[in-house]
């Protein structure tokens, strides 16, 4: 039982460039969630889906682009690049308790 | 709009003391509460939660929080705080009938002094 992975731990683009974050948990859980950290600004929502096929938008989506068409994976799409989107991007993964277990991020820096 | 408010970005402590986090609220209905560590370069670990029922609630590596509705707020305590409590700690909420949302606070950065 792995929980969340995440795939890559780390991640140099150029500006304009796209690539997509991997996440996949081995839980059966309904709900992922993607989440931006940023230092002082605690974690900050880009999209979640609570099942197969339903997704939506959470606080900061701009520039993100989700996708599930499994219940297993969830991967999250730059779709091009900016400075702006440097930060640690984390995976999670819940059930109907609510409670959110996380993977161990992806460090992205855009230069 | 909810929110999550962690009033102090910093904390130090030394070994031994007891210590305290503060977090408070906004959000109309009762919430559900997380806590969750994270050590430097690590994902997020859950301490504990509360969803309803006792307002004084147990967590891992002897954390406890205690949910009061009239403050709104659920800090966080320990009795003894050890070294290896150093790390960042987050308060967060979730939102009946919205699953896979958490609200995050800007989150408080923990020091143990010797």
């Known amino acids: 039982n792995a929980g969340v992975t995440q795939t890559p731990k780390f991640q140099v683009l150029k500006t304009g460039q796209s690539m997509t974050l991997q996440c996949a948990q081995d839980m059966n859980h309904e709900y992922m969630s993607w989440y931006r950290q940023d230092p002082g600004m605690g974690l900050r929502l880009i999209h979640y889906?609570?099942?197969?096929?339903?997704?939506d938008q959470g606080e900061v989506p701009n520039g993100y682009n989700v996708s599930r068409s499994t219940t297993e994976d969830f991967p999250l799409r730059l779709l091009s690049a900016a400075p702006s989107q440097t930060s640690v991007y984390f995976c999670a993964s819940g059930s109907g308790s609510y409670e959110q277990y996380f993977g161990p991020g992806t460090r992205l820096t855009v230069t | 709009a909810q929110s999550v408010t962690q009033p102090d970005i910093h904390i130090t402590v030394s070994e031994g003391a007891s210590l305290e986090l503060r977090c408070n609220y906004s959000?109309?209905?009762?919430?559900?509460l997380f806590w969750y560590v994270q050590s430097p370069g690590q994902g997020l670990q859950l301490l504990l939660k509360?969803?309803?029922?006792?307002?004084l609630v147990q967590g891992i590596k002897g954390f406890e929080a205690e949910f009061k509705r009239s403050q709104s707020s659920f800090n966080l305590r320990k009795p003894s705080v050890h070294w290896s409590d150093a790390a960042e700690y987050f308060c967060?909420?979730?939102?009946?009938?919205?699953?896979?949302?958490?609200?995050f606070g800007q989150g408080t950065e923990l020091s143990v002094k010797p």
């Open positions: 967060a909420v979730g939102l009946y009938n919205q699953g896979g949302k958490l609200i």
């Open positions: 509360y969803f309803s029922g006792d307002t």
């Open positions: 889906s609570v099942g197969a096929g339903i997704t």
């Open positions: 959000y109309g209905a009762t919430p559900y």
